[in-house]
């Protein structure tokens, strides 16, 4: 299994709404990450989880809270978005820092928030 | 200085045509470069990794410059296929963070 699974692929949700993004992956890497993406833009880092615990915060909004419950999955919560949190959501994962394989990312959630 | 900058483009080319992009990087200390690829709408794919000694697939060679900081992607005999946003991705030394380039678009037309 060489793939990383993001759920939903599309999300429509409103300001008031709470809702999550859910990333899997079967591959045994020990980093998961959170990407957003805005039309034009390249990917923008919000989290890092290593070894299942938080190691990178990128200054994000309370209003998005990351979850690892285990080392192949990675939640993204979300809690009263605003219409500019609207964007593509990517989930990545790679096997180890310094290494020669990059990332694997899902396909991603397209996040509208109205 | 950005730590990864690369031309945004387009680049606008003849199907059969070769095209080369730069990225130049910041941090002397980086290990790991590579080369995604991104269609519209969908999640960045990699393309190929950058090794010291350059390397090549297919139609694709990416070539890696320490003393200058920069690695190039160059395409050969290009296809409508190859259209896409081309991303240069190089690592944070000693954390596990990637560094994006903006990406460079690429059309290549009939």
């Known amino acids: 299994d060489t793939e990383v699974t993001q759920t939903p692929k599309h999300l429509v949700m409103g300001m008031t709404n709470k809702k999550s993004l859910k990333c899997e992956q079967h591959m045994g890497h020990r980093a998961m990450y959170w990407y957003k993406q805005k039309a034009k833009k390249p990917p923008e880092l919000m989290f890092v989880y290593s070894y299942e615990k938080l190691s990178i915060n990128e200054s994000v909004p309370s209003r998005f809270s990351p979850e690892c419950p285990n080392s192949s999955l990675l939640n993204l919560h979300l809690h009263a978005l605003q219409p500019e949190d609207s964007a593509l959501y990517l989930c990545a994962s790679s096997q180890r820092r310094d290494n020669n394989y990059g990332y694997t990312f899902g396909s991603g959630t397209r996040l509208t928030v109205v | 200085r950005k730590e990864v900058e690369q031309d945004p483009g387009p680049f606008n080319v003849p199907e059969g045509a070769t095209v080369a992009f730069n990225c130049t990087y910041s941090?002397?200390?980086?290990?790991?470069f590579f080369w995604y690829r991104q269609d519209c709408r969908k999640e960045p794919k990699l393309l190929m990794s950058?090794?010291?000694s350059g390397n090549e697939d297919g139609r694709f060679t990416a070539q890696l410059n320490r003393a200058s900081q920069y690695i190039s992607l160059l395409i050969r005999d290009s296809k409508l296929s190859d259209s896409a946003t081309y991303l240069c991705v190089v690592n944070s030394p000693g954390t596990y963070k990637y560094i994006f380039g903006t990406g460079t678009r690429l059309k290549v037309l009939a």
């Open positions: 950058v090794y010291s």
């Open positions: 941090n002397s200390a980086s290990q790991s």
